[in-house]
């Protein structure tokens, strides 16, 4: 055949498998095999290889490669050779050079042993038809055709003789079968989950991949959400919508809680079937879903049916159905988390409107009568991904809450028209200074409010009695002494003088209006203190604690409840101000004066106390025990104080994140977030540091889209409480750096890198503890991007202040020092390195226990120093056994030290054999 066109014709009429080198590609299957085994390659490549295939022995021009693969889409210069290189590797040592490059030209495949034909492509699709007998299953017919198109349909199908009905799932060529195998995996993965979890997913019986038509074989679960609407969602009450709803919404969550995508939701994937009375929903149809994390298959022993079909996607654009696709899909990225809930949030429209399939066009707000559920199909369907609920969960504990937000909103309703009304009349008595009286009217309300509920939560008698009169002292002081007066201060300051002058000047007046109410005066001042630490006027805040002790010491006692609590605050401002030696002899008087205590709640605040010690220090093995036992004491003997019982938990999580214990994090994180969400008075402050952990564990297990998504909706909320430069946020940023860093997004490490280590240096000064560590942080992510230049001055800085403040054997100082040493061999500073590393060494075990994988880091820098040094005899066994326990690690910025240590040991293997 003369005519190349024809030819080429002629050749994709069929599909073969190619045997080349010890390798074979199987065109139908469209997987690569090599030396008998299956190896994971991106499709693009192996279209690429298959075109080489076709003209084995033949170069094939860039040009002919870039029309046949990418269709004429524009592509960057690199991604033909990115492809090549992709599959030298792939084929191994022995096949890569088969593939040989004509410059300037183009490519060549050699080496055919054989070509077989396995199908023609023609012939691919069957012809299905109602009365068929299923293939390979005695006594099932197909019966009605539920969907799908030709060459991949599904059709229900009955049993001759029982009656029982099961639904198939057929493709007819190559490309459906990928998807068949993709979703069958999954599949697989979903069974492993508990009963209960199970039930709200589609049951896989079986599947047939060997020839054509391939199937997957399912249970019947009813009909689909589309169908059943039609006789069954008209008279169904909202209630009963909302409930069956958060049947399907519930699957959706414990699918992403084992990792997977569905990436196609839509009514007509929902099944419901009558059961006990009422309706069972489940969720169908993974074709089209993904694994966040494929390793988990391979914990499990979950064969991959088709390896490349359970491998994350770079854009899901061309997957999925176009009017469920958020935004951020459709421009061409990646489905995330946030993809699945922007399509529950468009069905749960579509139910409570009372028909599936309405598209969410502009004015939906009408088909809805309900302000909450307005709110949150809004929150759900939201095209900016930072502004989107970033979870399912998060969804459903907002439906389950409905009658109680309510209720919450009636009550809020009411309280902010009898607030109107007062602040009305005080601004009309006030109208000289109208913003100083309205926020002192604001701090007056909420102080107040405080207070009352403190007074109920209270054991009936003298302790009521002085919560309340602390109550009524507090309102007629801000009222009379702070609004009341014109204080010289706040007039000075004009009408925009800010809430943190007003207090400053409010705390002058404490000792003159409260002489004769010394106990008062002294929780007027542990007040201030709270709000001071609040707002990180650190000072102003040691100096009320201070105030309120000498107060409660002539009061109670050295030993009294309220001067212990007191002496464990004013541990805590010590603490966070960095001056650790002063914190230190704080908390050993505490110990001394609350040995033997009979009220139990004082172990609670010593505990607190020391871990914040420990935690500051970057102590986090000795810091989780006092939190635990804090938080466990304190929901038991005060679990009224839900404030402080968050903070603590809050706490607790950031200090196991730090420990790598992630998964009790992201569970502390989680349960809380569902907790908030169940109060009548939610903490938005609480619930974004709360989704900031979850968000950090999340990060650390490798899900940073998620990740990301908690991070940048949990800043919006932090930023407008607490402001930009707010301590908060600056730690939140931090993790925005981890999460970019974890992806290798250096620019974008570096730069919440920078911006964190400057805005915790302006805000805390430039040689607190937290200001110092940043900058070592900041050294770190730019060693890590290969920046080892710039990274060598925050590093020595920060690491010599340190060691001066903290001694070579706190945590923080271990760290950056080893970050430190690990730049000064990355530049081939050998004695700097040698120096650092004897440090580290001697102080290894105070620092970092018996931590395996950080000392083989250690290891792996000390030997590789040997090698440059030529002393390859000592370094070749710590290289080796550096390497062995590297190679085990998950953490993929253990790499360069791997790559590091085995190219230090291919030196040092001559030296070390004479």
Known sequence: MSDPAAREAAERAFEYRYRFGTAEFDEARFQLYVDGAPVEVERRALEVLACLLRHAGEVVTKEELFAQ????????????????????KAFGPANAELLATQPRLGYRLDGMRERVVVRSRVAAAPLLRAGQPVAQRAHFVLRE??????????????????GERRVYKYAAGSAGLRGLRREATLARLLATAGEATRSGFARLLDWHFEDAPFFLEYAWHGQDLLQWSRTHLQGMPRDQRLQLFLQFADAVAAAHQLGVLHKDIKPANILIAAADGGWHARLADFG????????RLDELGITRHDPAATRPSGSDAGSGTPLYLPPEVVAGGPQTVQGDVYALGLVLYQLLAGDPGRPMAPGWEKDIDDALLREDIALATDGDPAHRLASVPELAVRLRGLQRRREDAARAAEAQARARRDREALLRARARRPLVAASMAILALGLATSLWFHHRAQQAGRVAQLELEKATALNEFIGKDVIGQANPLIAGGGADAPVREVLLAARERIGPRFASQPRVAAAMHISLAALFNGIEMLAPAEDEVRKALVLLTREHGAAGLETLKAQASLAGVLTRSGRFDEALRTLQELDREAAGHPEPEVDAYRALAWGNYHGNKGDAGRAIPEFERGARLLAQYRPEQTDKLDSVRLDLGQLYNHAERPREAGELAAGLIEEIGRRPRRNPLSLAIARQVLADARS????????????????????????????????????????????????AAVRHAERFAEGIAARLGEGHVMAVTAKGALGQVLYLAGEQQRAEAPLRSAYEQLLQDYGAANPQTWQVGFWYAANAVARGEWALAERLLDVLQAHAEAAIGSEPLQHARLAALRATTLAARGDGQRAAPLLQAAISVLGESPDPEDVPFIERARSALAAAAPTASR
């Open 288 to 295: 089209s879903g993904s694994l966040l994390d494929p390793g």
């Open 145 to 162: 055709r539920l969907g799908g198109s030709h060459g991949n349909e599904v059709w229900l199908g009955e049993h001759l003789k029982t």
């Open 700 to 747: 650390r297990q490798g899900q940073y889209a998620q990740a990301q998504a908690l991070l940048l909706q949990a800043q919006k909320d932090i930023v407008a409480v607490l402001g930009e430069g707010s301590t908060n946020n600056m730690i939140l940023v931090r993790s925005l750096s981890y999460v970019a860093r974890r992806q290798h997004d250096w620019p």
């Open 69 to 88: 693969v990418w269709a004429g889409r524009v592509t960057v210069d690199k991604v033909l050779p990115n492809a090549v290189n992709k599959l030298r």
